[in-house]
């Protein structure tokens, strides 16, 4: 399984970007289907999830409102739409296939994509 994670950049705190993340070499449509973002200095941080189906997990008070999560399985891809970014939002941006376990904890999933940088100024 190849996970590849984009659409990261710089943006003035404010705007708006879009992060996809593709799958390849897996069943992509029968997983839960996670994001993280890790900080310098900082542990990754758990961002959103969506189930198989669609449904989304709670979001963490940081993004609740801002971020939203979703997904095509027929095109074995994933979404991450940011609005309203803050400085506090910049960080790497990794998406990951969640195996088992908590949802919110890293180490539930087990494959990751290579990140992907957002980077948002003030």
């Known amino acids: 399984v190849q996970l590849q994670a984009s659409g990261g950049g710089l943006v003035q705190a404010g705007g708006s970007l879009r992060l996809s993340c593709v799958a390849s070499?897996?069943?992509?449509?029968?997983?839960?289907m996670g994001w993280f973002r890790q900080a310098p200095g900082k542990e990754r941080e758990f961002v959103a999830a969506?189930?198989?189906?669609?449904?989304?997990?709670n979001y963490p008070d940081s993004v609740k409102g801002r971020f939203t999560i979703s997904r095509d399985n027929a095109k074995n891809t994933m979404y991450l739409q940011m609005n309203s970014l803050k400085p506090e939002d910049t960080a790497v941006y990794y998406c990951?296939?969640?195996?088992?376990?908590?949802?919110?904890?890293?180490?539930?999933?087990?494959?990751w994509g290579q990140g992907t940088q957002v980077t948002v100024s003030s």
């Open positions: 990951a296939r969640h195996l088992r376990g908590s949802y919110y904890t890293h180490s539930a999933y087990d494959y």
């Open positions: 070499g897996g069943t992509f449509s029968t997983y839960t």
């Open positions: 969506i189930t198989w189906s669609g449904s989304r997990l």
